[in-house]
């Protein structure tokens, strides 16, 4: 990653953890998952819209979401991402273990701090 | 509703109104359309990256991560080069072993036979219901008769093996394996010489008239030097002078690989090439030493073909059933093991195959137990991976894929172990293997066969460390953040007590073969061991009747003789552990040789007086044979205590008369103590000698006492050939060197199993280091703790070592349970008790011993720990 960015870029695996999350709320075609996590974010995580893609094929490979491609209001025809079941256990996995890698880092961090 | 199935164009789809949407927005926001698409392009990225991203998933995703796993592999294994030296180092040697047994397996048992369409090919046995673990073969009217009657082969041929002698002007003379066959043997399995003819149909026609031979393409090369022109010459065998037809192409054995036959003869040539027995037996058909082949007519099912021998077997038994009554013909592939030494083969390529798997099962255990070792410090890279999102199975698989990684060096440096192996092996192989015999080439079922070991074993020692170190880094994540783990640790500690428990039955195992080689060296043989030299030689094979044969006999004896440090000299064709002598159906007075529910087989030897003394075997009552006893005087035999068990016990033997089937009564005149037959230390045989004064013996061994075995052989030898320059002399050796020989199985499995024994405890003894160092690392605020409220050094390092004592301790009580109940299947190779105290307690203490050592550096880092830094560290 840049030295000099002030906003951190994605980490994989951190991409499909925001997806499951923002599928919570029900389904969601692609460009609404993008706008939600910038928006959930408060622009700080830049998403760049066109990796959603690869990781919405693989989350669905996996069996952690579906798809299905409906009509929307206006008349458009979207392709729908809804989580599934497995979705939503991977989605507690994975939230601990990210709240078990932040703590384990911070700890890491503030100890090389401590230790020079 | 799809409205497309492609996936391309789904994608295609969901881009382009992604973008349309996006663009929208940003309209509202004010952007004119123009700028409004460019910036949407801008936050989308790289589309046709995305699109080649999304096409990897479907299509080359195993492949990408495949090739990332093994470059991420090569990493991590370049930076651990001790690592990598001992894991590869022990898996090569345990597939090199194993691939070295196979490759020896395949030569004998499993490479089809360089012959035409081989799969036509059947070989034929006799089956007797009153012996039926055994095989037998055929007699020669018998196979005349097969031949002729059968509807199902176009070709039926015989062949037998048996021993010439040879001579030539190129060479020394030679004791050699030949094989007598009707003349259409070569037409029947398809092969043509390379040089020259085969035989011709009036060469195997009447008895002695055509002495014609084919040779093989080793004897040319060995024997003759490869000359070109030697068809249409001579070569001597038996001292006869045979034409050579032809030159068989290299690496043609007939159909058995294993004897390495260096000449064909045709069957007729029988009263030159054979001896006594043979010749007065030939047209018996109580004689069976043929093979019988056939080679199935087009369309002929191997059922039909049985159904035809039946038959014919059924006809046969009808018309003589003296001979072949209760008997039938069996079909056998042609190639595979002779039915009469399936036996041997079968026990000792079990054993072999028994060992090195053992072998390469310790391997895995040693590398499992590395890597686990690897794992406890890479907990932190799991930990990490894991957390940002890499899945178990991705882990699992990049575990796999280093140990694959390891598994291929391994196999590579394996092919080499074992070709170096199988040339230590051949060094030890048992003597009735000729140096040609086998091809022992790599061929893809070797490699075949290596790869599927290889790959049992990359199983084996990776998948199980994998699959636990990516489940105790999740749940080791939970519960103590990055660190060590205690699962991690029991499970080293039961893999390391499981490697004690494996060294400890190969030390035991060792220990039983060296014990056991021990005791068979100074076991009673019943024979003064270390002071007899001895050589053979086959007169009749030479042309000598038996009157030249008795004189040149009786010259050697006196030449010998007078050699100075020779104490006696006799002759006798029934050696002492090097075999000799023929089995034969005795007959006590009064029972009908013609009733085959009469007699009994056992093995009986002719020996000149004073053999007795000679190889140290003691009177027990009687006399011992002397020249009085001639032609005309009463034959006579002595027996051995056993036979006396067996036929008369509680009674005086002497006196009593036994006979032969062609022979007249022999009279009991003495009996020796019991002397070891084939190998040390069996159940004594009962024995029959009788009287080379009384019954001519043309193929006999010379035996000398003296106290310089070893030196006297080549003075013996000299007066020998001294007497006949082309008589070829055979079984030079001392009768230490004849038990030594006798003994290659154990003395295979002791030199094995120690080697593989040490390996295994040094690999033991790292675990063991390993395990303490990290457990005495991880006590260290405990044992500071310890030291800081008064523990002394030497309580601290009693607790360590008797950490690993336990540890020791729980490995030796598996150990030795497994081996109690293991050790009883080698027990029938091995001389005296299968549970040897002394070898048990050696092994366990070895054990032992080597557990505290490995544990005495990290129990003195413990002792040293400083209180105040050890407290202070978190």
Known sequence: MPKNSKRPSLIQGTLDLLILRTLLFGPCHGHGIAKHIQRTSEDVLQVEHGSLYPALRRLEDSGCISSKWESTDSGRDMRFYKLTAKGRKQLEIEESHWEQLANAMTRILRTVRGDT | ????????????????????????????????????????????????????????????????????????????????????????????????????????????????????????????????????????????????????????????????????????????????????????????????????????????????????????????????????????????????????????????????????????????????????????????????PFELIGRMKPGVTREQADANLKTIARRLAEAYPNENAQRTLVMRNVGGLDPRETQNVVTTVGMLMTIVGVVLFIACINVANLLLARMTVRQREIAIRRSIGATRGRLIRQFVTEGALLTLASTIAGLVVSKISLQVFWEYRPALLSATALDLRLDLRVLGFTIAISLITCMLFALAPAIKASRTAAIDLKARGIGGSERTLSGRHLLITAQIA??????????????????????????????????????????????????????????????NGVQGVAI???????????????????????????????????????????????????????????????????????????????????????RFLRSGYFEVVGVVKNSAYNTIGAPPLPILYRSLTQVYQAQVSILVRTNQPEEILGLVRNQIQQLDRRLPITNVMSMDDALYESLWAPRLAASLLTVLGGMSLMLAVIGIYGVMAYSVSQRRQEIGLRLALGAGPQSVLRMVLGQSLRLALAGVAAGILISLGATRFIATLLYGSATDAPSFLAASGIVVAAALAASYLPARRATRIDPVIALRAE
């Open chain 2, 502 to 563: 494996l060294s400890l039955i190969a030390l035991i195992s060792a220990g039983l073969f060296l014990r056991s080689l021990q005791r068979a060296i100074h076991m009673d043989a019943g024979i003064a061991l270390d002071e007899i030299a001895m050589m053979a030689f086959d007169l009749g094979a030479q042309g000598y009747t038996e009157a030249q044969g008795r004189t040149l006999q009786q010259d050697m004896v006196e030449r010998v003789a007078a050699l």
């Open chain 2, 1 to 288: 509703m799809s409205m497309n199935k492609d996936p391309h164009d789904e994608l295609q789809r969901e881009i382009e109104t992604h973008l349309d949407l996006e663009a929208r927005e940003r309209m509202a926001q004010g952007m004119s359309e123009e700028e409004a698409r460019r910036a949407a392009r801008r936050a989308f990225g790289n589309i046709t990256r995305v699109q080649e991203d999304v096409r990897e998933l479907w299509r080359w995703a195993w492949f990408e991560r495949l090739i990332q796993d093994l470059r991420y592999a090569y990493r991590t294994l370049r930076n651990s080069p001790g690592f990598v030296a001992v894991a590869v180092l022990s898996l090569a040697v345990g597939i090199g072993a194993n691939t070295a047994i196979f490759t020896l397996v395949n030569a004998v048992l499993l490479k089809p036979l360089p012959l035409h369409d081989v799969s036509r090919l059947v070989s034929i046995y006799t089956a007797d219901e009153k012996n039926p673990e055994m095989m037998f073969g055929t007699s020669r009217d018998n196979y005349l008769d097969i031949r002729d009657s059968n509807n199902v082969f176009d070709r039926t041929s015989a062949a037998a093996k048996i021993t010439v002698n040879l001579a030539s002007d190129a060479a020394p003379p030679e004791r050699v394996t030949a094989e007598l066959v009707s003349g259409n043997y070569f037409e029947t399995l398809g092969t043509t010489p390379a040089i020259g003819r085969g035989f011709l149909p009036e060469e195997d026609q009447t008895p002695g008239a055509k002495l014609v031979t084919v040779i093989s393409h080793e004897l040319w090369q060995s024997h003759l030097g490869g000359d070109p022109s030697i068809t249409g010459k001579t070569i001597l065998v038996n001292n006869r002078p045979f034409l050579v037809a032809g030159i068989m192409p290299a690496r043609f054995h007939g159909t058995n690989s294993l004897s390495g036959t260096a000449l064909w003869v045709p069957y007729m040539t029988y009263p030159v090439t054979t001896n006594d027995t043979y010749r007065n037996a030939f047209s018996s058909r109580r004689f069976t």
């Open chain 2, 572 to 658: 006798g064709d029934l050696v002492p552990l090097a075999g000799g002598g023929y089995t034969r159906s005795l007959y006590l007075e009064g029972e009908d040789p013609n009733d085959r529910r009469n007699g009994y087989i056992i093995p009986t030897g002719v020996v000149s007086p004073g053999y007795f003394g000679v190889l140290g075997i003691e009177m027990v009552s009687g006399r011992d044979f002397a020249d009085s006893d001639k032609l005309a005087t009463p034959t006579v035999a002595i027996i051995n205590e056993a036979m006396a068990q067996k036929f008369w016990p509680g009674e005086n033997p002497l006196g009593k008369r036994v």
